[in-house]
């Protein structure tokens, strides 16, 4: 649909949206893809830190169901001042977007939980958005170990539980798809905000 530099540039703040949010490593492009059954809706790249803008993707041509690609976070190779604007525009973003249902938050099974993203649930919780976390990148490890990793997020996030969910997902091998679509189709499906 559209790019958004800014809060003030975002789509009109009606109809229902889902954010994805994730280091800029961490496969959120991939995912976003795999959900969406296309190749290139978001731009995948070898450098992390190519999403740089809001990007939001309606879906089919229902422009009141969206999804939301938000600038990947600490890991993006540009100077610190570009770091510390997009991070104003998506505190911005995440605090007064009306049409928010819910935060998708992509993190690599193999380094999970790191600040960032410890920082982006604290945040959730203040404003109690629901939040589905996707171990990314599942296919890297082995099925014992990637379900060690899940167990240790979910111990880990147990004064969340009830805000927040989280799974094992590979956008190559599509593990993990289908239990994502079905999270985020409650949220965009749920009656009229």
Same mark, same amino acid.
Request: charged share 25%; net charge positive; with cysteine.
């Given at each position: 649909?559209?790019?958004? !530099? ?41 450098? !992390? ?31 610190e001042k570009?770091? @510390? ?6 505190? *911005? ?11 998708? +938050?992509? #993190? ?5 939980l790191t600040?960032?993203?410890?920082? #982006?649930?604290?945040?959730?919780? *203040?404003?109690?958005? !629901? ?31 009830? +805000? ?14 289908d239990e994502?679509?079905?999270? +985020?189709?409650?949220? @965009? ?5």
């Amino acid at each position: 649909m559209i790019s958004a !530099p800014t809060l003030a540039h975002c789509p009109a703040d009606q109809g229902r949206e889902i954010a994805f949010a994730g280091r800029s490593n961490a496969g959120k492009s991939s995912a976003i893809n795999a959900l969406t059954q296309q190749k290139a809706l978001a731009r995948t790249s070898k450098t !992390p830190g190519r999403t740089q803008l809001i990007n939001f993707f309606s879906l089919g041509e229902d422009t009141s169901r969206r999804l939301v690609d938000l600038p990947g976070y600490g890991f993006a190779k540009v100077p610190e001042k570009i770091k @510390l604007e997009w991070q104003r525009h998506l505190a *911005e973003y995440l605090q007064h977007r009306a049409s928010l249902q819910g935060l998708v +938050l992509v #993190m690599d099974v193999r380094h999970p939980l790191t600040e960032f993203d410890e920082m #982006m649930l604290g945040w959730a919780d *203040e404003q109690e958005m !629901p939040v589905h976390i996707l171990l990314t990148k599942a296919d890297k490890l082995k099925p014992g170990a990637a379900r060690n990793s899940l167990q240790q997020v979910r111990r880990r996030l147990q004064e969340w539980e009830d +805000l927040v969910s989280v799974q094992l997902f590979s956008a190559l091998k599509r593990q993990g798809v289908d239990e994502a679509r079905a999270r +985020l189709d409650g949220w @965009l499906s749920s009656a009229e905000a």
